[in-house]
């Protein structure tokens, strides 16, 4: 899907400082090689199988298909992973590549924390130090998620520039490993950034949609009518996808988060509302003012909360294949509260944006049909922000 | 081809770097002119990014204070046509990608060429992706300004080939700031670099001292410094101006 360059058609490219040129070369040069070698690839499934716990379930959602009463709703469940969202299944792929390649420390920005927890188990595991770029703001709403990565021997560090977000913690990594390559892997958490991170990170997670092709076509014998997948960066939703591209009987649905609404300021809904730009090491669409400054973005979800997206996503989204629409703070906290209740799965609120496309949509889709829903996490470090939400004060 | 080269043609280049708007426009003309006036022989002006990447703590908050006033780049280019009228000495922007992207790349280098830039600098535009900028940089008479790093290594030769206006040599790893020492070997960077062009080097990231400055510019044909003075301008902010020619004309004298 992508060239030399990390192109996915005028998406991608490099655009970051020459001092890290050779470091993003280098790691592409490791990449292609380890990739194509046998004994990595063996040690990676080990990994995923008996440490992180793949394959992981198809589920089939009776009780909300038959509530819904529309299309058979399947859920892949990434939130069984061990840490407890999709994001290990990239974080072990690069934390054992940076180990082949001599590194001995990893760095890492996270939003909602789940990307930092799973750096920060890969790290323990694997004996190299690790420290986690979080905005201040997001350390606030994912305290949980604070502890969990210091217990687990990271270093958490509180990004105080810009909002505070994801977005600041992105850029905070990114000089960290400007000040600090030889030593130092830049264990990126989504399909976003340089070349060849969003390559890179996208066959990690690609795992995503190859479980769910072969659970699928064992239980119902033919390919889903649609699979759906939240987007902030897009990690989760390019692995959901990404093996489903050529299948084009498949829709692809990416759901983005909409925050207050796409027609308030308070959105990070990028496809919906963004135009094109080049930050964060790529060309891609950006939420931004008419002179190219990066708007401060909002939604409920940390993970979310990013004014950028993948520059894959940006092409499947220039070339149609794949449809991304913008999910309220309000509707994703209904889906969050309608999935505990109603199959007793307690989803992240990341995931919450696609299951809320599920409750809207499937109703309009026939029994006939089949729709795969990707519940990227687990949901429990949302309780006491839900709570609040809702106007209930609890203590983790 | 720009004018850049006449800023080397006064012994070893001072190269003061100020960020437009802060904290007002008003005191950014005095500081250049009080810049130009003690010695400065190009001034790099920056034009803000809400998140410059590439910055330290002390640039990175010059660009908050300047975005706060509502800057934009149209406002810049104004205010540049007027300091041209006062200014002689070559003038190149700094800024980030995206700034020059949303603006139009085509519409932008005109305007540096109506307004009297010479070159820019973006710390975010590698080698591999300066095509789509590049031809039409040239094409206004706008130098494209190359960065090189001390992890450059095999890089160097291809870049400095290319190379236009003059070559900023990054001293240090990391982003820009204030630093006690810098120990990169910048004599064996600027050697290869020399095999490979004659345009002129100059070197920035860290520099504050005058000795710094001294040894810097010994191994090369200019020293940069931002940081430094946009510490003078945070800490006497409309009458920074004045301490800026100040301390130019130290730094100037040193190299």
Known sequence: ?396 | MSNIKEAFKNGKAFIPFITCGDPDLETTKKAVIEAERNGADLIELGIPFSDPTAEGPVIQEANIRALKNGITTDDIFEFVKELRKVVKVPMVFMTYVNVVFSYGAEKFASKCKETGIDGIILPDLPFEEKGEFAEIMKANGVDLISLIAPTSEDRIEMIAKEAEGFIYVVSSLGVTGVRSEINTDIESMVTLIRRNTDIPCAVGFGISTPEQAKAMASVSDGAIVGSAIIKILAEYDTSAPQHIGKYVKKMKEAI
Request: with cysteine; charged share 25%; aromatic share 8%.
């Open chain 1, 1 to 396: 899907m992508s060239d030399k360059k990390g192109r996915f058609g005028i998406h991608g490219g490099q655009y970051i400082p020459e001092t890290l040129m050779n470091a993003v070369i280098e790691l592409e040069r490791e990449y292609n090689h380890y990739k194509e070698d046998k004994a990595f690839n063996e040690e990676l499934k080990d990994l995923l199988n008996n440490y992180a716990g793949r394959p992981s379930l198809l589920y089939h959602a009776k009780k909300m298909s038959e509530d819904l009463g529309g299309a058979k709703i399947y859920l892949k469940r990434e939130d069984l992973n061990h840490t407890g969202s999709h994001k290990i299944n990239n974080v072990l792929g690069q934390a054992l590549l940076a180990k082949k390649m001599g590194k001995t420390r990893l760095i890492a920005e996270t939003g909602a924390g789940q990307h930092g927890v799973a750096t920060a188990t890969a790290a323990a595991l694997m004996g190299m130090e690790c420290v986690v770029f979080m905005g201040e703001e997001d350390t606030k709403r994912q305290a949980l998620n604070v502890y969990r990565m210091k217990l687990l021997g990271a270093d958490v560090v509180p990004v105080k520039t810009g909002t505070a977000t994801l977005k600041d913690a992105v850029s905070e990594a990114m000089r960290e490993w400007t000040t600090r390559i030889s030593d130092t892997h830049y264990c990126l958490g989504s399909v976003m950034g340089p070349h060849p991170f969003p390559t890179m990170v996208r066959d990690f997670q690609s795992v995503i949609s190859k479980e769910i092709k072969e659970e699928i076509l064992n239980i119902e014998g033919r390919l889903p009518d649609a699979v759906v997948a939240c987007v902030g960066g897009g990690s989760n939703a390019i692995g959901t996808f990404y093996n489903f591209i050529e299948d084009k009987g498949v829709r692809l649905i990416g759901c983005e988060a909409a925050g207050r609404g796409v027609e308030t300021f308070e959105t990070a809904a990028t496809i919906t509302t963004g135009s094109l730009g080049i930050f964060h090491g790529m060309k891609s669409y950006f939420c931004q003012d008419e002179y190219g400054q990066i708007a401060p973005v909002y939604s409920i979800s940390a993970g979310l909360d990013y004014p950028g997206v993948g520059p894959e996503h940006a092409n499947l989204h220039d070339t149609g294949r794949a449809e991304y629409v913008p999910i309220t703070d309000d509707e994703a906290v209904n889906a969050f509260e309608y999935l505990s209740r109603t199959e007793g799965i307690i989803p992240a609120i990341e995931s919450a944006h696609a299951i809320a496309y599920a409750i809207k949509e499937a109703p309009k889709m026939g029994k006939d049909q089949i729709m795969v829903v990707t519940v990227s996490g687990r949901g429990d470090k949302d309780c006491a922000a839900i709570a609040r939400y809702r106007g209930e004060e609890i203590y983790e």
